[in-house]
C-alpha cells in the first residue's frame, strides 16, 4: 500500500461517516519516511480504519436497535396508554380513597391529545439520535497568514532589503474527512498571479475534519514585492487542484 492508497481509504471511510481523524497523525509520519518504515506506518493507518469501521457499525446497529425499540414503546404507549397509566396510578395511589367527582375526564388517563403528544416527543427525540449518528457538513477549507507571534497584526510592510522575515501560514479543514493539503507560497509581482503548486516554500500536510495547522515560514526580503501563499489539496485519485484559498502580504523593501 502507498501512502495515496492509503489517503483513499481513509477519506472514503470518513465519507461513510467513520471517525478516523486518529488516522491523521500517522498519514503525516508516512509522508516523512520511506522504504520499510512507510510500509509499517501505512499498515497501521489501514489497521486503524478496519478498527474504526467495526466500531462505526456496531455504533449505528446500536442506535438503530435503540430507536427501533423506542417507536415500538411509544407505539405501544400511544394505543395501551390508559391500561399503562391507570396500572402506574394503581400502584402508587392504589392505598388511597377514592372522592366521588364531577364524572369529567381530567387527567392524562383520558386524554388522547396528551398522549400523542408524549408518543410525537419520543418520536422526535428517536428521530435525533438518528441523525446524530449521520451528521450534515457544509465543507470548506480555511488560509490564513498571520504574523510574526503566530496571531494577526504585526504584519512586516516595510523592510530594509536583506531583512529576514518570519511569519505563520493557518490552514483549516471542515471538508467533513481528511485531506491532503499542498501549502505554496512565493513572490510575485501582484496578487493576481496565476495559482501554481510551486515557490520557494512548499509544505504537503494532512488534517483529518475540523483540524487545523500552524506553519512556520521564513524568508529574506531583497526587493519590493508580494507574498503569495496558496492552498492546494490532492484528491483521492491524486489530482492535485487548487482550493480557490489565497493570502498576500504586500512588502516594500527600501
Known sequence: ????????????????GVD??????????????????????????????AQA???????????????????ALAALFLIYHRKIIGFLFLKIHGKRRVAKGA??????????EVAAVVAA???VAVA?????QFPRVEPFTA?????????????????TKGTRVSLYIYVYNHLGHPAWFRVAARFVDSPNATPTPQGFYVRELFLGHNQSALLPISFTVNATGV???????????????????????WIRAR
Request: proline residues 5%; negative net charge.
Open 1 to 16: 500500500m502507498d501512502i495515496l492508497e492509503a489517503y483513499r481509504l481513509v477519506v472514503e471511510a470518513a465519507k461513510r
Open 20 to 49: 478516523v481523524n486518529s488516522a491523521v497523525p500517522l498519514l503525516n509520519e508516512a509522508l516523512n519516511a520511506t522504504g520499510p518504515e512507510r510500509d509499517r506506518i501505512l499498515a497501521q493507518v489501514a489497521s486503524l480504519v
Open 53 to 71: 469501521e467495526a466500531e462505526k457499525f456496531w455504533a449505528t446497529v446500536t442506535t438503530v436497535a435503540v430507536a427501533v425499540a423506542a417507536a
Open 103 to 112: 364524572g369529567k375526564p381530567k387527567t392524562l388517563l383520558f386524554d388522547e
Open 121 to 123: 416527543v419520543a418520536v
Open 128 to 132: 435525533l439520535a438518528v441523525a446524530l
Open 143 to 159: 488560509l490564513g497568514l498571520l504574523g510574526p507571534q503566530g496571531k494577526i497584526g504585526d504584519y512586516p510592510t516595510n523592510v
Open 227 to 249: 507574498l503569495k501563499a496558496e492552498l492546494w489539496m490532492y484528491q483521492p485519485d491524486g489530482t492535485l487542484i487548487y482550493t480557490n484559498r489565497s493570502v498576500h502580504l
